[in-house]
């Protein structure tokens, strides 16, 4: 077993396959386990209407200071751009 832990966050994404997916190219790259964590969050209030996008650092500010207990890092899968 690998000492390594991986925590995918998964906001707002449906698709079973992709996250499927992902977790286990991760496994494989980084040889180490990787988790799931769905999350229920309202991204309303990192919207920037100025650029019309999401603000990605304070949306990864966000889930990085989530208690992942066990986990060396923590990736972020989002629905938005």
């Given amino acids: ?11 707002g994404i449906s698709d079973r396959e992709f996250i499927e997916y992902s977790m286990q190219a991760a496994a494989k790259e980084y040889a180490c386990a990787v988790m799931l964590k769905e999350v229920h969050l309202d991204i309303s209030d990192f919207y920037d209407p100025v ?31």
């Fill in 51 to 81: 650029r019309r996008q999401y603000n990605a650092d304070k949306l990864l500010y966000e889930i990085n200071h989530m208690d992942m207990p066990g986990s060396a890092k923590v990736m972020g899968l989002f629905n938005v751009d």
């Fill in 1 to 11: 077993m690998s000492s390594t832990t991986v925590t995918f966050v998964s906001i």
